[in-house]
């Protein structure tokens, strides 16, 4: 494949999460009769949805790429318990890093250390599911384009890491504006800056090449979100 094909194919995966956002929560919104606004607040519900869109895409992108989902993954049983350890230092390391991080940014742009996220309120089920289901599809999927296909593929092209990561963080936190879209300048910014220090994800994805520990930190860190969200005063 020449690279002027592969670097579209990275650009439609990159964008992808983020254009499926705004269309699922558009869809919700007429399908529902609920306003445009009032569907974003079901996004870790439908964000299942997206995840949906986003693996029909990467089937393709993949068949194109002459790759399979698996590979990408790549999934090992002789690593697992090596990838259960690289996954517990990452969330040590990532946790109150986020948490810090995303206080002073909502101290800055709000004038209150207590980050203003738009999620539910959701009836019980919606919340059980946000918790338990919806967490191990976004981690997967989310993981999958960023930092299993889109990092590599970017470093491959033009032989340099940190042009990769600098795409991919953007790509990345572009996405979050869309989680869901508010059209508040204060709240998109917020979540876009709250993203950055998740930076440490592919330099640790460039230095083990694995990305099943990346997995593991980001459904539990999203399992963690969500019992925030809704079951946590």
Known sequence: ????????????????????????????SLVTNLSFLEAGRWWTVYGSLIDICCFILLLWVFRKDGISFR???NFNKQEF??????????????????????????YLLFGNPEAPIVA?????WAALYSVIIWPIGWAIIEQVIYMGYSLPSLEKLFKNKTLAITIVMFFWAIQHIALPVTLNLEYSTYRFLTVLPM????????KTKRLFPLILVHAVSDMISSITFYFMP
């Open 1 to 28: 494949m020449d690279q002027s094909k592969k670097l579209w194919l990275i650009g439609i995966v990159l964008i992808s999460r983020t254009v499926f956002a705004i269309l699922v929560q558009g869809s919700i």
């Open 71 to 73: 590979s990408v993954i």
């Open 81 to 106: 318990k090596r990838d259960l350890k690289r996954a517990g230092i990452l969330f040590v390391i990532i946790i109150p890093l986020t948490v810090v991080w995303g206080n002073v940014m909502s």
């Open 120 to 124: 539910g309120p959701l009836p019980l």
């Open 199 to 206: 930076v440490i994800m592919p330099i640790a994805f460039f």
